[in-house]
């Protein structure tokens, strides 16, 4: 897969993309990160990059030249998406979207923003990390990054494996539409300071483990994010596991 991203400050990616997961990655060949800096592509002595805003107002604005030159150039893998925090929400079901393509690529804008042309007339969407502001896209392109590499074949581990996790339905017979949380992981020591491990964990009944861990993802999901459930209610196979594991502290 290869991943390009456009951005003023392209050593910000020099731990992330080089650590772990996405460094041994880019070593076997699995994934082709590139980074480009559009100040490349400034025409002025200073590779002026912004300039006050039309309008008037606080700050700076990405300008669009340096921008359209710069993809240009790199002719990038499409789709290309503006991190924006006032782009689509990134989630899951896009993260494994991207991952089953050949390649993207991430335009980091940093100051106020960027001229609305790029995103108008340039890129192909806005993608936003989150209802909150970052100082810079370099953080949230990490974000995209990393969560759209890990699914690409190959990348993870056997002992990584990412089917039964957060967002990802892989119950059997379960509803079409809200992918659950994923239920507490335990590991050694059974006793830790005091707190165990929940017995049903230990009693060696995968059926009941799975069906408790179940429950307990439904019960999280209801509890933290009760949005993912919006339009929909229990089935009646999910309310007899609740009934099943009625204490959600011990599990018991
Ligand atoms: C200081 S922010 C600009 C915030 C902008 N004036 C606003 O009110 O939405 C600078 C850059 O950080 C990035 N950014 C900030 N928050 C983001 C978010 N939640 N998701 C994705 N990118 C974000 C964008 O690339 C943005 O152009």
Redesign the pocket.
Known sequence: MRIDIFSIFPEFFAGPFDASLLGRARANGLLDLRVHDPRAFATDRHRTVDDTPYGGGA?MV?TPGPIFEGVEAADPPRPLY??????RRFDQALARELAAGPGFSLL???????DQRVADHLCDGE???????????EA?AVVVVDAVARLVPGVMGNDESGGDESFSDTWDGAPEGTPLLEYPQYTRPLEFRGHEVPEILRSGDHGKVARWRRAQSLRRTMERRPDLFAGRSLTPDEESLLREFPDPASGA
């Open positions: 700050g990405m503006l991190l924006a925090a006032s782009g980091c804008g940093r100051y106020e923003g960027v993608l936003s990390v989150g209802d909150f502001v970052l100082a810079g896209g949230a």
